[in-house]
């Protein structure tokens, strides 16, 4: 079982030629409502591969909140641990994309950012009974930690994706953090080391097991990933060679299908290559669809990738 800590957005894609100017007015060609947030596509990129997987966040008191919810559902997550804010709007991420697919976006958090260590308590047992915990930056780091920190207690495996990249973790969660999956930018952003060859990846994997890590996976888009654990085995899987047309949500897939094929014995990853080939034949499939949850696979398509 795995639970998902983390965030729900409605992403409103908007496609133009050229992305505006400061001070110019620009017509849209098109406006796509589509679910996103880091947090719910790694949960439907777990639950499509396979996992029994479980949502604990929050919306706000509006369409889009409720909309998103009921994604999920037929995406066969549970969602009793999802909550409604008051105050708050549910998050949406504001998505300008130009014809030669670039795109520009601004988010609005919302009722993302209203997780608080409370809402962590209250699936306390939820927690207790995955195999997983999985989680992002884009829910605060307070929260995670307290949900870290409890399913260590109780000897569940949690899962950090640094994203989106932040200059200081200003908090002992790495502490907490069984394996961080960081792409590059994120890895340089929190170790300080440039991840551009084979010895700086190392380099980047010692300092997060300084910090208190025990396995690290490295993004490298289409090379793939690196993986190193703290007893210093290390290596790489290929991606797969195919042609990307949108590369949202590609990080998003590698780590939900990830979490839905590891296998934890002891506290010891036995199978890290094989999960790693299948989460890229996962993110290969996503890079060659448009926006976030349309383009996650189901585990049928993701078995038949060669
Ligand atoms: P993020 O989306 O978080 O920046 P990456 O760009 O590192 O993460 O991509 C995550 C994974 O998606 C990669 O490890 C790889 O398996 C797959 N991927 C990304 N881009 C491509 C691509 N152009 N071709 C094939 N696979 C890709």
Redesign the pocket.
């Known amino acids: 079982k795995i639970t998902v800590l983390g965030s729900i957005n409605m992403d409103i894609v908007m496609k133009v030629e050229e992305m505006p100017l400061k001070g110019e007015t620009i017509s849209v060609q098109d406006v796509l409502h589509i679910g996103g947030g880091k947090g719910a596509n790694q949960a439907v990129a777990a639950s499509r591969a396979g996992g029994k997987t479980n949502f604990i966040g929050k919306v706000g008191k509006d369409e889009d909140g409720s909309t998103l919810c009921s994604l999920l559902k037929e995406d066969n997550i549970d969602i009793s641990h999802v909550k409604v804010d008051e105050q708050y709007a549910t998050g949406r991420a504001f998505i300008m994309v130009n014809r030669n697919g670039e795109n520009s976006i601004m988010v609005h958090s919302g009722a993302n950012m209203t997780i608080e260590d409370k809402d962590v308590a209250d699936a306390q047992a939820v927690i207790r009974e995955s195999d997983f915990v999985v989680s992002q930056f884009e829910v605060p780091v307070h929260a995670i930690e307290e949900a870290f920190k409890y399913a260590k207690e109780h000897h569940v495996c949690t899962i950090l994706n640094p ?1 989106p990249a932040i200059a200081k973790l200003d908090s002992p969660l790495l502490a907490h953090t069984d394996i961080i999956i960081p ?2 930018t994120e890895a340089a952003s929190l170790t300080g080391v440039i991840v551009d060859s084979e010895a700086s990846m190392l380099e980047a994997a010692k300092r997060f097991v300084e910090m208190g890590v025990r396995y690290v996976i490295i ?4 090379k ?2 690196f993986y190193y654990s703290a007893d210093s085995e290390f290596g790489f899987v290929s ?4 042609k ?1 047309v949108d ?1 949202t ?6 780590i939900g299908a990830l979490a839905s094929q590891l296998n934890v014995v002891e506290g010891k990853i036995t199978n890290m290559e094989e999960a790693i080939l299948f ?2 034949k996962a ?2 499939i ?2 060659q669809g448009e926006g976030a949850q349309p383009s996650i696979p189901h585990k049928q398509q993701i078995d038949a990738v060669m």
Do not use: I
């Open positions: 994203a792409n590059e993004t490298l888009g289409s793939g990933a991606a797969f060679k195919v990307a590369t949500a590609a990080g998003d897939t590698f989460a890229n993110s290969s996503t890079v």
